[in-house]
Nanobody
Framework: VQLQASGEGLVQTGGSRELSCAAS????????VGWFRRTPAKEREFVAS????????HYSDPVKGQFTISRDNAKTTAYLQMNELKPEDTAIYYC????????????????????WGQGTLVTVSS
């Protein structure tokens, strides 16, 4: 599975940005998708994840209510809508997939995901 993340850019504090993660393969609808981020302080931090339909979503506490993860199986793409961005959201964002439906206990673990995208940088200016 190949993943192509996009949406890199510079955003002002309070602004919004949508990241996309396009996946290869015809069985995207069966994948669980996660978003993680890397900052100078944290090597890899879980952000959000979504299971196959019926979709179940999971968010880290710092982004709950601020970010929204979604998917379009017809386009084999997952999205991360980021609102009310803050300078501490500045990071390289990675999408990842697991070819199985992850149980809630495993959705936030990087080890649960088999394939990773290349990362896309989002910079939030103060």
């Amino acid at each position: 599975v190949q993943l192509q993340a996009s949406g890199e850019g510079l955003v002002q504090t309070g602004g919004s940005r949508e990241l996309s993660c396009a996946a290869s393969g015809r069985t995207f609808s069966t994948y669980s998708v996660g978003w993680f981020r890397r900052t100078p302080a944290k090597e890899r931090e879980f952000v959000a994840s979504i299971t196959p339909n019926p979709s179940r979503t999971h968010y880290s506490d710092p982004v709950k209510g601020q970010f929204t993860i979604s998917r379009d199986n017809a386009k084999t793409t997952a999205y991360l809508q980021m609102n009310e961005l803050k300078p501490e959201d500045t990071a390289i964002y990675y999408c990842a997939v697991s070819r199985s439906r992850l149980a809630p206990a495993f959705m936030a673990s990087a080890n649960s995901y088999e394939f990773w995208g290349q990362g896309t940088l989002v910079t939030v200016s103060s």
